[in-house]
């Protein structure tokens, strides 16, 4: 995938995870149930929270580097 592809995703990514931990989409895990003694709602952020730490970390791995800029110290120029 090109450099500009790879952008777009993580921007995409960005809005969906903020989108995933607004109060209209949390509200709807908002049942009197409990899971292993855990309300429904905490699984659920905790879920959000853990796919948004590796969704960030396979974005970064995929992303090229910069080449180094020639105004940059250790440069060429």
């Known amino acids: 995938m090109d450099r500009g592809k ?10 969906a995870s903020l989108m995933a931990i607004m ?5 709807l895990f908002q049942w ?3 899971f292993f003694g855990l309300p429904i709602e905490v ?5 959000a929270w853990a796919g ?3 969704g960030a970390f396979l974005l ?3 992303m090229p580097r910069d080449p180094p800029s020639p105004d940059a ?3 060429t120029g």
Request: with cysteine.
């Open 52 to 54: 948004m730490v590796v």
């Open 60 to 62: 970064a791995r995929a």
């Open 73 to 75: 110290p250790g440069g």
């Open 32 to 34: 009197h149930a409990r």
């Open 43 to 47: 699984i659920y952020l905790f879920c």
């Open 6 to 15: 790879l952008v777009s995703a993580a921007l995409v990514f960005s809005i």
């Open 23 to 27: 109060p209209p989409l949390t509200g």
